[in-house]
């Protein structure tokens, strides 16, 4: 007999996807424990992660679920009233702009936009709170063991599991133990990542702005508070960068135009270099890769986190429900099911924003000129528009029990 401890499932990634998936699991009476090397500690104020997650509505309905929201997230959270693209690339229809208002779909925001640092530690709290076992460690790796796998952790041993759930990132060792793999490639471009201050109101409405090298993305915040993602080239970024707070702060009140107003203390700057991944297939061999394991897209549309709390979701109603019917929670039927629920999702999105983002890098104007063109289609064209609101939010199939409406 086998002295390795044992479990239904071992989610693999302490980040918010496997934090999640965590504790949907646990809350199903699934035997679960994660493994992962740190957990998120909270960095004081300019130190922190600069990143929030504009949380469209089917991901807060999963917050309620679990009871973070609005209990520990909607202090910190700003809605999301309205959603703005406004073509500033130079080109033919520089200034094409459109403006989607959330009552045009329901008495609802969009969604709410929350600092990522504190939706991890909300995360984390509760999964500490929940029947889950945790172990501090990096995992290697998990072979097939008869009915089930083995996970192989750096030091803490190995564990035995019917299932994995991998959401150890964008280079998880996991997928490729499970012989996955996967089609990788670079933007030239960095995501420079912060948070500011300005005197003018945003009135609830985040804003695209589609430039020669990238979108510029402001995300409010509560008290006239934002969030930035600007996308830049490398060298661009390496200059803005460099530039103190205050020289920061005056080159993002030129390109906003004013628009916010007076730009100041701005803080937590951070780079990030922007890539896509996508896995070929998102589950084989008794583990289902969620999150960053899976897939990697730009900010862009704030999708990223969006799709992989719908992974995790996923694949918790699908080993739940096998569970629940006494059936093999690892068998190749429920891996299948879950790849191909979760590709209809990822994939047209992925391709979307690629589409979207290496327009705006190109160098020929056509592209750029078509690209506001289709804007104004969007604006004008009333079921064209609604489709487009609607598909930004979350798919209109497939989504996860627990984040319908
Ligand atoms: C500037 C910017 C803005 C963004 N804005 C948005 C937004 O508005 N909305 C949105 O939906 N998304 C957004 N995103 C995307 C979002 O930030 C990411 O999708 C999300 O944070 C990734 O979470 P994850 O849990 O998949 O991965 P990670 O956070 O990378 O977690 C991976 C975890 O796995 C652990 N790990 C790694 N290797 C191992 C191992 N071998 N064994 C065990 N554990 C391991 C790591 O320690 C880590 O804890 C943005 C991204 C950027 C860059």
């Known amino acids: 007999m086998s002295d390795l401890k044992e479990y239904d499932v071992v989610v693999v990634g302490g980040g918010p996807a496997g934090l999640s998936a965590a504790c949907l699991l646990a809350e199903q009476n699934l035997s679960t424990a994660i493994v992962s090397p740190f957990y998120p500690k909270q960095a004081p104020q300019g130190k922190r992660d ?3 997650i504009a949380m469209m509505q089917p991901s807060v309905r999963l917050m309620e679920h679990m009871g973070l929201w609005p209990k520990a997230l909607k202090d910190v959270s700003s809605p999301l009233n309205h959603l703005r693209l406004v073509d500033d690339s130079g080109n033919l229809f520089n ?5 989607f208002n959330c009552e045009e779909l329901s008495d609802q925001p969009f969604g709410w936009n929350m600092p990522l640092p504190d939706l991890s530690q909300a995360l984390l709290a509760l999964a500490r709170n929940s029947k889950i076992d945790f172990y501090e460690d990096e995992a290697l790796g998990a072979p097939l063991k008869n009915d ?11 564990l035995k599991a019917k299932v994995i759930v991998a959401a150890d990132g ?3 060792n996991l997928r490729k133990s499970a012989g996955i793999g996967m089609a990788e490639w670079f933007y030239d471009q960095v995501a420079i990542g912060a948070v500011f201050s300005h005197s003018g109101p945003h009135n609830d409405t985040s804003t695209e702005c589609h430039k020669q090298d990238g979108p510029l993305t402001t995300v409010p915040m509560p008290d006239n508070h934002s969030s930035l993602v600007w996308m830049v080239r490398p060298e661009r970024g390496k200059e803005l960068m460099a530039l103190t707070d205050k020289e920061f702060a005056g080159e993002l009140q030129l390109e906003l135009h004013g628009e916010l107003g007076i730009i100041s203390d701005v803080i937590n700057r951070k780079s990030f270099p922007m890539q896509g991944l996508n896995a070929m297939r998102y589950a084989r061999n008794r583990v289902i890769l969620i999150g960053e394991a899976a897939h990697v897209v730009p900010p862009i549309g704030a999708q990223g986190l969006n799709m992989s709390l719908r992974d995790g979701a996923m694949a918790a109603e699908l080993i739940g429900d096998a569970h629940a019917f006494g059936d093999d929670i690892g068998a190749d039927k429920l891996l299948t099911k879950y790849d191909t629920a979760r590709r209809r ?3 047209p999105r992925q391709k979307i924003i690629d589409l979207m983002n290496r327009s705006l890098l190109s160098s020929l104007p056509i592209v750029h000129d078509a690209r506001a063109f289709g804007l104004n289609l969007v604006n004008r064209i009333a079921p064209l528009r609604s489709k487009v609101m609607r598909e930004g939010i979350s798919p209109t199939e497939n989504l ?3 984040m319908q409406g």
């Open 50 to 52: 600069p990143r929030t």
């Open 148 to 158: 089930g796998v083995e996970l192989q952790m750096a030091n803490l041993g190995n």
């Open 400 to 402: 996860p029990r627990i």
């Open 345 to 347: 999702d990822v994939w």
């Open 95 to 99: 200034g094409t702009e459109v403006l």
């Open 170 to 172: 964008r280079a998880s």
